[in-house]
């Protein structure tokens, strides 16, 4: 769905709908608060147009918020999102380990993000080929395989 | 690793701008590998060595530790 839309619209869209989303949310909860979905809706639309103009700029963050990456810059998002799921696991193990310390009941947030982040990266070190091992090349030599480590 | 991105584009009178729309990257992409702070993946060093007519342990020297030119 996403290459159905134009490269510079895609940050942007995904932005408004996630903006939408959240002002929804706010409407849907009723209440005195209503207005907070107003003020998400101006704040997302602000924030929908600077990322436009962004995408138009011919710096790392123009490309990235354009949608047009080259291997470097893709590279440093790749590292920048990499840190931050070991920050967000590091902050629920500490977290964690809070609630568990003053027997809180509101330990299961951190317990289902450090679970995700954990599972997420078993995840992605089977998807991305850790699994592929093979066979090596000389198993039909008849010649010893030395290990990489000595026992 | 030194490398002859900056030497050669001179040479050939681009701007680096010119050299990164050539080579489909952009042209921070094209300063961060002349200054030596970014080494390119294999297929972009090819395609850098291809542009200029050269190979690519002509246009990358990985004996030279030194970082730019």
């Known amino acids: 769905m996403m290459t159905l839309i134009p490269a510079r619209l895609r940050w942007p869209a995904l932005y408004a709908l996630a903006g939408l989303l959240f002002a929804a949310a706010w409407l849907v909860r009723g209440g005195r608060l209503w207005w907070v979905s107003i003020m998400a809706l101006i704040l997302t639309a602000i924030h929908v147009i600077r990322l436009y103009r962004l995408g138009g700029t011919d710096t790392d963050e123009g490309a990235r918020a354009g949608s047009r990456p080259d291997e470097r810059q893709q590279m440093i998002s790749l590292r920048s999102r990499a840190l931050a799921c070991n920050l967000a696991a590091v902050t629920s193990f500490i977290g964690l380990s809070a609630a568990i310390a003053v027997n809180a009941i509101w330990f299961w947030p951190f317990l289902v993000t450090l679970l995700i982040t954990g599972y997420g990266y078993l995840f992605g070190l089977g998807s991305y080929g850790v699994a592929e091992e093979g066979t090596p090349d000389d198993a039909d030599t008849g010649r010893q395989t030395r290990p990489p480590v000595r026992p | ?69």
């Open chain 2, 1 to 69: 690793m030194r490398n002859r991105v900056r030497e050669q584009r001179t040479q050939r009178g681009l701007s680096q701008a010119e050299l990164a729309a050539a080579l489909g990257v952009s042209r921070q992409t094209v300063i961060s590998i002349e200054s030596g702070r970014y080494l390119p993946s294999l297929p972009l060093a090819f395609t850098i060595a291809r542009f200029f007519d050269l190979t690519v342990d002509k246009m990358f020297d990985p004996d030279d530790e030194e970082a730019g030119p």
